[in-house]
């Protein structure tokens, strides 16, 4: 059974720091893509960063481009999103997600995780 589970959200001032996790198992992610979303209540969820699992192909949304980098550490199967220069409007409700084969929008995706609060104060 594929589990993802996110950590490391948290309340943060603005300017600060935090670098979430994603904790995959279940399966071989090989010939996945990963990506992080995040989600304003009432609002449609967002694309953040995204890249393919064996590395490479890593884009990200011009709102965090510059500050936010995406990486994944293999031997761990864990994908993180480390997060500087934080602003209010990066509130959100993060999820990392895994899609097999191609990059989708956040309704193609295969598999979610449940989500960790990160909340910037200004």
């Known amino acids: 059974q594929v589990q993802l589970v996110e950590s490391g959200g948290g309340l943060v001032q603005a300017g600060g720091s935090l670098r979430l996790s994603c904790a995959a198992s279940?399966?071989?992610?090989?010939?996945?893509?990963m990506g992080w979303f995040r989600q304003v209540l009432g609002k449609e969820r967002e694309f953040v960063a995204r890249?393919?699992?064996?590395?490479?192909?890593?884009y990200y949304a011009d709102s965090v481009k510059g500050r936010f980098t995406i990486s994944r550490d293999n031997a761990n199967t864990t994908m993180y999103l480390q997060m500087n220069s934080l602003k209010p409007e990066d509130t959100a409700v993060y999820y990392c997600?895994?899609?097999?084969?191609?990059?989708?929008?956040?309704?193609?995706?295969?598999?979610w995780g449940k989500g960790t609060l990160v909340t910037v104060s200004s």
């Open positions: 279940g399966r071989a992610f090989s010939d996945y893509y």
């Open positions: 997600a895994a899609r097999s084969g191609s990059w989708s929008s956040w309704l193609g995706m295969d598999y």
């Open positions: 890249m393919r699992w064996i590395g490479g192909n890593i």
